[in-house]
């Protein structure tokens, strides 16, 4: 037989396990729909093509690199123009004097021997980096977000009689994916 004390923990201990048992008279499931879309996007950013000195009396060209940086979504298709620049004459890019105003330092752009991300330039590139058709560079498309880095080969033609000075231009980058 059970003592008053026991008696009224058994009744305690029944009310709290009733208390936090569920009753329902039924239950039912719905499926709940989850979904994004991702675009294709890619974003862009450069690292200038800096000549230094030239030198017009010296005999050999003036070549160095700089680069673009492209960091796209995975799948994304980039194409990258590079513009003729301000100064352009004939499809010739040129840096202007940036004291007199008058003078012109032609240049030339190239693209990278292989679409492969930091290929070092030759210097023997020969198709130039431009703004249409061929002469826009098409890597291939991404296969993660890390950002992938081309060179921009660059090149003063050797021998151009210009005055002594500074010289300089802007080239609009774009990426269209």
Not at 75 to 101: E, Y
Not at 124 to 146: C, H, K, L, R, Y
Request: negative net charge; hydrophobic residues 40%.
């Amino acid at each position: 037989m059970l003592n008053k004390k026991q008696l009224s923990l058994l009744c305690i201990s029944a009310s709290l396990f009733a208390a936090s048992g569920s009753v329902f008279a039924g239950s039912n499931t719905a499926a709940l729909n989850v979904s994004a879309t991702v675009a294709s996007s890619c974003t862009i950013s450069t690292l200038p093509v800096s000549f230094g000195s030239y030198n017009p009396t010296n005999p050999a060209d003036t070549t160095t690199s700089g680069s673009v940086t492209l960091t796209c979504v995975k799948n994304s298709d980039p194409i990258v123009s590079l513009d003729f620049g301000q100064n352009a004459t004939a499809g010739v890019r040129a840096m202007k004097d940036t004291v007199g105003g008058v003078e012109l330092l032609s240049y030339h752009l190239y693209q990278p021997s292989s679409v492969v991300p930091n290929t070092a330039c030759t210097f023997n590139e020969t198709v130039a980096w431009g703004n249409a058709g061929a002469e826009q560079f098409d890597p291939p498309a991404a296969t993660s977000i890390a950002p992938q880095t081309y060179n921009i080969c660059g090149k003063i033609s050797a021998g151009q009689d210009v005055a002594a000075g500074s010289y300089q231009d802007t080239v609009t980058a774009q990426v269209d994916f």
